[in-house]
C-alpha cells in the first residue's frame, strides 16, 4: 500500500499521454484535464465538489435508495433461464444509484453508459490504432453531451453535479474531464466489480449460501471480492527520478501495481487462493489506491455491491451457470464481466 501513497508516484493523465505518445485529440483534451493531472490546488477543489454529494448523511439516504432499487430489480429476474446478470441487475443498478446521488437523468447516463466504458480503455499499457480511433469517437460523445449540460446548468442552475461544477473556478475542460472520471467511477466502476463479486459467488455456491444465513457478513464479502477478483488494474508514474526499495527509477517511468498477485500474496492473506466472505478484514483495498489518490467515491462503490450481493442472495438460491462468461478488456480502466449468464431459482 506504501507505493500508492508514496506522493513521488502518480496516476496523472499526462503519463498516459507520453506512454502512448498523443499530443492533440480528443485523449489529449480528457488525459491533460483529467482529476489525477490537475495541480494540487485543483485536484482538492474538484474533490470538494464531490464531497457534499458523498457525505455520510447522503451515504446513508443512498444505502436505502439502492436498497430498495436492487430488491425490485431482483424481484423482476426471470427464473428458470438464462439471465444476464449485468444487463438486468448489476447495469440498472449501479446506473440508478450513481444518477440518484449526482442528481443526473438516468436515461442521459444511459445513452453515454458504453461510451464512458470505452474510454477506460485509454488506461490500458498499450492502444493499437483501432481501439484508439473508438475511444476518440466515445469521448466525443461524452464532450458532446458534457459541454450541452454546462450550458444548460449556466443558465439554469440546479443541485446536481453539473451545477455545482459551474460555481466553480475550474476551467471548462477540467469540468468536462472531471465528469467523464466520475461517470466511469461512479457507474462502470461499481457495476463491474458487483460482477466480479456475482462471478465468485456462483462459482462459490456455499459462500452464497452463507450470506443469505448470515447477511451480516454481506460487507465483508463485497470487499473479500475486490481481493479475490479487483476490477482495476493500478499504475503510476513517477514524478522525479526516485528509488523504490531497490528499484531505480527515472521521472516518468511506470510503475504497474499487480492488484491481482499482491491481493494472493501469503505474506499477506491467510489462505490466499480460498474465497472466504467471512475473511478477516483489516487491509485497505488495492482497488481503491492510496494516499490523496484514495478513490472518493469507494464509499458509494462499495454500497453498490453490498446492496446488490444481499438483494440476490437473499431471494434466489445458488445459481447454476448458463452459458460462457464474457469479460471486459483485463487493462481496462474498469474490468469485470459484460456478460453474465445464470439461471436462478427462488429460496
Request: aromatic share 6%; net charge negative.
Amino acid at each position: 500500500m506504501d507505493i500508492l501513497s508514496d506522493c513521488r508516484l502518480s496516476p496523472t493523465g499526462n503519463g498516459h499521454l507520453a506512454l502512448h505518445g498523443i499530443t492533440s485529440g480528443p485523449i489529449h483534451r480528457y488525459l491533460g484535464s483529467n482529476m489525477s493531472s490537475a495541480a494540487r490546488e485543483s485536484h482538492l477543489g474538484l474533490r470538494t465538489v464531490l464531497a457534499p454529494f458523498l457525505s455520510p448523511r447522503k451515504l446513508v439516504k443512498a444505502r436505502e435508495f439502492a436498497l430498495t432499487t436492487a430488491r425490485d430489480l431482483a424481484e423482476g429476474l426471470r427464473l428458470g433461464e438464462p439471465t444476464d446478470l449485468m444487463a438486468e441487475f448489476a447495469n440498472p443498478l449501479a446506473l440508478a444509484v450513481f444518477c440518484h446521488v449526482v442528481q443526473l437523468p438516468v436515461e442521459e447516463i444511459r445513452r453515454h453508459g458504453s461510451a464512458s466504458a470505452d474510454v477506460g480503455l485509454v488506461f490500458a499499457l498499450s492502444l493499437d490504432d483501432a481501439q484508439r480511433t473508438h475511444i476518440e469517437h466515445s469521448l466525443e460523445s461524452l464532450f458532446e453531451y458534457i459541454d450541452e449540460g454546462l450550458t444548460t446548468r449556466r443558465n439554469q442552475p440546479g443541485t446536481d453535479i453539473m451545477s455545482a461544477l459551474h460555481k466553480t473556478e475550474l476551467t471548462v475542460q477540467q469540468q468536462t474531464s472531471f465528469l467523464i472520471s466520475i461517470i466511469m467511477g461512479g457507474h462502470d466502476a461499481p457495476m463491474h466489480q458487483l460482477g466480479c463479486a456475482l462471478v465468485a459467488l456462483s462459482e462459490h455456491p456455499e459462500q452464497w449460501q452463507l450470506l443469505a444465513e448470515h447477511p451480516h457478513l454481506i460487507s465483508g464479502a463485497a470487499e473479500e471480492s475486490l481481493r479475490w477478483s479487483p476490477h482495476t488494474h493500478t499504475m503510476r508514474f513517477a514524478l522525479e527520478e526516485l528509488t523504490y526499495q531497490d528499484l531505480e527509477l527515472g521521472c516518468g517511468d511506470v510503475v504497474a501495481v499487480c492488484n491481482r498477485s499482491a491481493n494472493r500474496d501469503p505474506v499477506a492473506f491467510e489462505n490466499p487462493d480460498t474465497f472466504d466472505a467471512a475473511r478477516p478484514r483489516g487491509r485497505l483495498p488495492l482497488a481503491f489506491g492510496g494516499g490523496q489518490f484514495f478513490c472518493p467515491g469507494s464509499g458509494l462503490g462499495k454500497i453498490i455491491m453490498e446492496v446488490g450481493i444481499q438483494s440476490i442472495t437473499e431471494r434466489f438460491a445458488p445459481p447454476t451457470a448458463a452459458g460462457e462468461i464474457l469479460w471486459r478488456p483485463v487493462l481496462a480502466a474498469a474490468y469485470g464481466p459484460r456478460y453474465l449468464p445464470l439461471s436462478l431459482q427462488e429460496r
